[in-house]
């Protein structure tokens, strides 16, 4: 893949897993996010995503695992996620 994230991925509301890392997705990450209210894992590591974490992260309760290692995110934006979680 090549492109940003797109919002209609997160609309399956029966998505338990998502892993597109080591692609060459760009942008951020779509606040539909939180209609993938089974959502368990999540891995966008290894693309050149950016931005914040949409607070709507919140409403997706399934969610054990992110991973977004190797990414464009600043480390500030992933701190005030983990407050935002806490």
Do not use: C, Q
Not at 24 to 49: A, F
């Amino acid at each position: 893949l090549e492109e940003s994230i797109p919002d209609e991925i997160f609309m399956v509301r029966s998505l338990d897993t998502l892993h597109l890392h080591w692609n060459k997705l760009t942008g951020t990450i779509p606040v539909t996010l939180e209609k993938s209210v089974s959502l368990r894992s999540l891995s966008l590591s290894g693309n050149s995503i950016e931005g914040e974490i949409p607070t709507s992260i919140r409403n997706v309760y399934e969610l054990e695992e992110l991973w977004l290692w190797s990414t464009n995110m600043k480390e500030l934006y992933l701190k005030n996620f983990l407050t935002l979680m806490a």
